[in-house]
């Protein structure tokens, strides 16, 4: 039986994994993702590193202490020159031979306006201006309010926030793991529709291009179908191996690597915030396999028992709306995970893979209630398998129309 | 079951679909060693009873065995099965598909690629091994086909209409393809509704008609049997002689007159009336029917167009075939 089976999956998986459509999109969405951080920040460092030289001129005698550090932190070099009759001319001359990118000048008046004035080589880019505009208006505003006693740097940092929570049911949800379970609820909805369809597309090309009966004649109907839809998931986990692998990389090896290298990038650092952790990868992965297994089971029946797309679109409706509605329940469950409709809900196992995912990543779920959703997710796969094989082994051979509910029902029960 | 000596064997079997009843009643044995045609006119029931031999469909009543045992032990690996219609993966490349279909045969998928390339080289398709199907032409995917049928070396070959599809060339190659395994001793099954394709490759035929069988054997032995009810006839003179008691009907055919005698009828008297009439005989022979004027005699010809045909369309496809005349 193996040996079949086997030979379905690595049909299935080679034919998958070498198709155009598999490598665009799995080198792509990386692709993607790390080109719109990397190419603002990758340009920014290619330009000339001369423009990132400034020259100080502090008329005020106190600022350029408060002044250079900022300055380093959002990535130029900083020399203080100092204050004489001609040094505007002396420093242009410094300018045009290359050896500066330009130079700020401060005085008494920035010290009660935050206002200065920057002389730069060639135009900046918004980026730096706002980076020399706010280090020069907060080295001023510290200067002064240090004058008057004020731990300004913690002020300034935005202060903190202790939350406690005070009622029972209720589990605080920050704004990042809000859009973990959001975007992961959407993620498992997407990938577990796109894979159980492949299923379901490639059942029926099986089956309307009779090659099925070629093979059925050498296994049974039962080996197909389980070799089939282990082919295409393992291609789905190769797939979101890749993926993630990439954002690995991406965020922990890429990321670091440009904040090193251009200080000024460090907001990029806000990113690992809704990056999940290792346990909450391993529960996506999770629901992401019981839902494909669950889902794929109905979608290959419905590929058995259509003989042609339109048929097949009509046929997976059912599907479709059990998908639906837990996506449209998912933002109530995340603001309210406790109660006893999320609650109950989230277990039943064709919706668990979506709204127990929402609750758990949001947090303040028992374990109990997590564990309960794999065991009836795994008696469902069960189910599933048991009714949608006997619908796969007599539909995979039978043309004709459709059919209906009742010839289901005995096909379910004869076969 | 016990091993009965043949290679295959029906016992009984009927299928039926809702009130249409597709086969009825079939026993039919092929010995080991044999080529066997299986007869009879687009929807007579021929795809049918080969869906229910290779286990696609299960008969409602009746058994199947393949050499005296359950076919779903046996039928993996011993039999190559070419269905009526031919599915491919269109997107797999050639080699790959042959290698898959070996595979599931029994095969390693070493030995099966090996085996495919050879097949390959053999029908002149070796450029092909890494083309993808769908850029092959009809005749070359069925080729692909054919070469995936028999990649395990089977010691059954069930073939459903091989030669539908193929240009004379290469219904030539497949003939001779089919002679060699014969020669090697396969036994070889195919059904097909070209009479005269039958009759030169056969050594055994089955023919049915309206989903009944209405005879099998030795296809020698049975035109021996049908032997004297046709006299090939040529002459000068009088005709006064031909009209007789004996005489059924008289056809123009491409060697002269047939003259097809009624059913236990002798041939010496109408000679004996000729020669007294004064005509004078150039041939007189007793002609070996072919195969459709015994399916006709023993079907009758309103078999031919009667239910199990359910569409004039098909009935149509058949006389074009092997209407009468036309053989």
Not at chain 1, 340 to 360: E, H, K
Not at chain 2, 38 to 47: A, E, H, M, V
Not at chain 2, 96 to 107: A, D, H, M, N, Q
Not at chain 2, 250 to 257: I, M, R, Y
């Amino acid at each position: 039986m193996w040996h079949n089976v086997w030979a379905v999956i690595r049909r299935e998986y080679l034919q998958r994994v070498r198709s155009k459509w598999f490598i665009a999109a799995t080198v792509g969405g990386p692709v993607v993702m790390a080109g719109l951080i990397f190419v603002p920040a990758w340009l920014a460092v290619q330009s000339d590193r001369n423009e990132f030289n400034l020259a100080v001129v502090d008329g005020t005698g106190v600022l350029y202490g408060e002044l250079a550090p900022r300055l380093e932190r959002g990535g130029f070099e900083v020399e203080e020159a100092r204050w004489h009759a001609d040094v505007v001319t002396d420093l242009r001359r410094r300018a045009n031979e290359g050896e500066i990118g330009g130079f700020i000048m401060v005085d008494e008046l920035t010290l009660e306006t935050g206002e200065a004035i920057y002389y730069s080589m060639d135009v900046p880019s918004a980026l730096r201006q706002v980076t020399v505009q706010t280090s020069v208006a907060r080295a001023a505003l510290e200067y002064q309010l240090r004058q008057q006693g004020v731990d300004a740097e913690a002020l300034l940092g935005g202060g903190e926030l202790q939350v406690e929570v005070i009622s029972e049911a209720g589990s605080d949800i920050s704004e990042p793991q809000f859009a973990i379970a959001y975007i992961g609820a959407f993620l498992l909805y997407m990938v577990i529709l796109l894979y159980a369809v492949s299923v379901m597309r490639a059942t029926l090309e099986e089956k309307t291009s009779r090659i099925v009966e070629v093979i059925i004649s050498s296994m049974k109907p039962s080996e197909l179908m389980l070799g089939k839809i282990m082919g295409v998931c393992a291609v789905s986990l190769t797939q979101m191996a890749i993926w993630i692998g990439a954002a690995i990389a991406l965020f922990a090896g890429a990321i670091p690597m440009m904040i090193a290298a251009r200080p000024e990038l460090a907001n990029l650092e806000n990113l690992r915030q809704v990056v999940p952790g290792a346990g909450l990868m391993l529960l996506f992965l999770g629901f992401f396999l019981f839902g494909f297994l669950m889902y794929s089971g109905l979608y290959a029946a419905v590929g058995a028992m259509c003989n042609s797309d339109e048929e097949a679109q009509q046929a997976q409706f059912p599907m479709i709306m059990l998908l639906v509605v837990p996506i449209v329940m998912v933002t109530p469950v995340i603001q309210a995970p406790n109660t006893p409709m999320a609650t109950g809900l989230s277990l039943f196992p064709l919706f668990s893979p979506i709204l127990m995912w929402a609750r758990v990543s949001g947090g303040g779920v028992p374990v109990w209630q997590v564990a309960l959703s794999f065991v009836l997710m795994a008696v469902m796969v069960w189910v599933i398998a048991w009714i949608a094989g006997r619908i796969y082994k007599v539909g995979i051979l039978m043309s004709g129309k459709r059919p209906t509910l009742p010839e289901l029902w005995r096909w379910v029960r004869e076969a | 079951m016990s091993d009965d000596g043949f290679a295959l064997r029906l016992d009984g079997v009927t299928k039926k679909f809702g009130k249409h009843t597709a086969v009825d009643s079939f026993d039919f044995e092929v010995p080991r060693g044999v080529i066997c045609g299986l007869l009879g006119p687009n929807g007579s029931g021929k795809t049918t009873s080969i869906r229910m031999i290779m286990g696609i469909l299960g008969p409602d009543e009746g058994t199947v065995s393949l050499y005296g045992e359950d076919p779903n032990v046996t039928r993996r690996t011993k039999v190559g099965y070419l269905p009526e219609e031919r599915g491919v993966y269109k997107k797999m490349k050639c080699l790959e598909l042959i290698t898959f279909l070996g595979e599931i045969r029994g095969l390693t998928r070493a030995e099966a690629r090996r085996r495919g390339g050879g097949w390959l080289d053999r029908l002149g398709l070796p450029e092909w091994a890494d083309k993808k199907v769908e850029d092959l032409s009809k005749g070359m995917q069925q080729k692909i086909q054919f070469i995936s049928t028999v990649i395990h070396e089977p010691e059954l070959l069930i073939l459903d209409e091989p030669f539908s599809g193929l240009d004379p060339i290469n219904q030539d190659v497949l003939e001779e393809i089919v002679r060699d395994y014969h020669a090697k001793g396969t036994t070889i099954l195919f059904s097909t509704h070209l009479m005269d394709q039958a009759e030169r490759l056969c050594e055994r035929v089955c023919l049915i008609s309206n989903s009944k069988k209405v005879l099998d054997g030795d296809l020698k032995e049975i035109k021996a049997a049908e032997r004297r009810g046709i006299v090939a006839v040529e002459f000068e003179g009088t005709d006064t002689w031909i009209e007789g008691p004996e005489v059924d009907h008289v056809e123009q055919a491409d060697d002269g007159l047939h003259l097809i005698l009624r059913d236990g009828e002798d041939h010496q008297p109408i000679l004996s009336r000729a020669v007294n009439a004064g005509a004078r005989i150039l041939r007189f022979d007793l002609v070996e029917p072919r195969l459709h004027e015994i399916f006709v005699r023993h079907a009758g010809d309103g078999a031919v167009g009667d239910a199990g045909m359910p569409s004039g369309a098909r009935m149509s496809s058949w006389n074009e075939h092997v209407g009468p005349g036309g053989v």
